[in-house]
């Protein structure tokens, strides 16, 4: 761990508001919050936050089992708005020169089913209920999620930087036999001002070139939230963190799930706060931060 920021969080609720408002100080120790990420972002104050690495539910992929669960909207344009009222919500406590690292799935539609199967592999990615084909779509269609996403939070006053590329060269092998196999997902970089903290030499791509905007990388599965969440790999994370904050600046994950992006922002000597509505996964994000050498406060 590199550093000077001591390597402790502490675990709060989403109603102990003064708990977790003392942790966000400059000097205060890091936090995992159990609660709603836009009732959390809520009680946070303004532009507290330097930089925010996070993946929100993918839609209508997998069902977390928990009330106030995003994702599960019957629409994808509700699930857009719910997704950007959070982000409206981000944008907030994010500092004037902050930026926001934003991983989000894609999907199709269903063709005509209405529901999906349990996944022996992935029990998570069974649903009661698949929605219905969103109106000006067919059957079969790309919905492009991760793009509607990033045009709405563009439309609310986002600035979209960059797109990136998630290669993943091992990525799940698809029954389909009418169109490639699919083996990326979306990385957006959005700022909040035109002109904000990018450290252009904190990571280079290879042969020491500048950083491009396709990134080669392995799935990673976390033996602890296996069959629960899509997991992204700390390789993802940490490049985003190591350009966009320094040390002991405080770096946000709105949807924790397993903890990647607190754990690399800890490691890296960062601040972090986490929110996440699943008490169970907020437990397997406090036990791989304790198996990684922090402490609890
Ligand atoms: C794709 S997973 C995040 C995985 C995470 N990047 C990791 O590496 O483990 C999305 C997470 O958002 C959580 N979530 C869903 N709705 C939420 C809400 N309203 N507030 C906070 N967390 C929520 C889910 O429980 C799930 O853990």
Known sequence: MVGTAAPVFAVRKQDDEAGYLDLLRRDGQSALILGDAGAVLGAMPDECVQAVVTSPPYWSLRDYGITGQLGLQESVHDFIQALAEVFDGVRRVLRADGTLWLNLGDSY????????????????????VRPPTPAGLKPKDLIGVPWRLAFALQDRGWYLRSDIIWNKPNCQPESVSDRPTRAHEYLFLLSKSEKYR??????????????????????????????????????????????????????????????????????????????ELNPEYLEIARSRLLRGGFDEA
Request: glycine share 12%.
């Open 198 to 275: 990018y450290d252009i030499t904190a990571v280079t791509g290879p042969n020491n070139r500048r950083l491009r905007s396709v990134w080669e990388l392995n799935t990673q599965s976390c033996p602890e939230a296996s069959g629960h969440f899509a997991t992204f790999p700390p390789g993802l994370a940490e490049p985003c963190i190591r350009i966009a904050s320094g040390p002991a600046d405080l770096v946000l994950d709105p949807f924790a799930g397993s903890g990647t992006t607190c754990l690399s922002a800890g490691q890296l000597g960062r601040r972090f706060a986490g929110i």
């Open 109 to 128: 539609t269903s063709g005509g089913r209405t529901w999906r199967a349990a996944d022996r592999k992935n029990p998570a990615r069974a649903m009661a």
